[in-house]
């Protein structure tokens, strides 16, 4: 039994459900569809979950929400015209809406996980209706009902270990089963979504569930490339990763596979495959627990921006027994997680996303680490992008470090911060964010030369 997840570009007009239509038909063992709601129909064009966060802004602020809701359900009204789908659905997604917007809620954070998911959960009756016009027997099963259970963590929500038992029936389905990406219901049966991005999360857990034999991700590129096609000119296809691999690069960047969809594959040993709905014979990258050693030292180039660091500086730091202990306590009173902690004899920097915290949070957070610490130096930079080099090929090569530092000191880019070493996979460069893809296309250059003739 496979599990395979269409992406919003698999979802967002007729045309494209018609391919989604031909790839399930075209293997009889894609038995489960997990679906995100409809994505971007070109580059200016909006994607469902956006205009659904904007409808739940419109409505808590009770401003006017009419303009929003009714682009919202023409999305899902022009592909039912397209499709010649029975009318029908057109009603029960209205009325969905309908009953969604007349819904109170007593937390904003819950109401605006509600307005997210509809995107994915009415594009799964869709889907559903769709197959059986066209002679596919399938049914919509709500994760509820299949027992997803996540926890209390609005727009981050992680699942509780018990789903999987839970999901293991829906392998007794007579019917293709269409399955909403993107949320799942904690204990108290409240609705709440994953991060964005968060169905290709939702896929990896079904496919642990099933004990599917294979995790097919379909999405609108033909492989994952050795950097973001939007940085770099026809970058190289990947043909396989492992999960560290894809891991790192996906936290790093590489937005096309979920960082937090590996561990559920991953603990079950589930490969994942990402392929091309509009060129699905193409092989696409596959992701594994091990690949065959290959001459290739670095797998993949990914940059991810957002980032600040806040520099403490203590003459003798080394000495003081409980400086990192304390040092970490007053980031957690702020609730802020942090991603990395470099440091020296008498400094050591922390790097976090920059969106946890407002500026008055900054100045609270800088005054209490000077004078909690009795540092002598605190100082905070923001715009930072992490660059990260992948590949489990670096855990047994020399010079990798030495030739991105010097492909990056070549075109003049000043290196913030290196960490390498903590995970055998991976090197990390803190630089600012204004080089980003000049620094992904050197280091592109440095370990993916074009071939001469
Ligand atoms: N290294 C990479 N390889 C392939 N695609 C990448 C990479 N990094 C970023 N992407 C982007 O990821 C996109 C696919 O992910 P996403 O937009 O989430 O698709 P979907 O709508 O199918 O979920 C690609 O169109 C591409 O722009
Ligand atoms: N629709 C949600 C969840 C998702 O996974 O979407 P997509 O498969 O289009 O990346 C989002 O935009 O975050």
Redesign the pocket.
Known sequence: MKVIK?????LANGTQLKKVLQIVKDDADRRIVVV?AP?KRNDSDEKVTDLLIKLADEVKNKEDHQKTLKTILKRYQDIVDELEIDPSVMDIISKNYEKLIQTKFYNELYALDAYKASGEDNSAILVAAFFNKEGIPAKYVNPKDAGLLVTDNPGNARVLPESFKNLYALRDSKEIIVFPGFFGYTKDGQLLTFSR?G??ISGAIVANGVKASLYEN????D????????MVKH?KKIKQLTYREMRE?SYS????FHDEALQPAFSAGIPVVVKNTNNPSAPGTSITRTKPENKQIVS?I?SSTGFMSIYIGKYLMNREVGFGRRVLQIFEDFNLNFEHMPSGIDDLSIILRANQMTMQQEQELLYRLKNELEADDVQVKGGICLLMIVGEGMVNSVGTVAKACTALAEADINLEMINQGSSEVSIMFGIDEKDEARAVKVLYDAFFPAKKD
Request: glycine share 20%.
């Open positions: 269409f992406g919003g570009s698999s995100s994505g991005g169905s290709d379909f999405t609108d590129v492989a994952i490339y050795v950097a973001n096609p939007k970058p690069l960047g590489f937005s096309v993949g990914a």
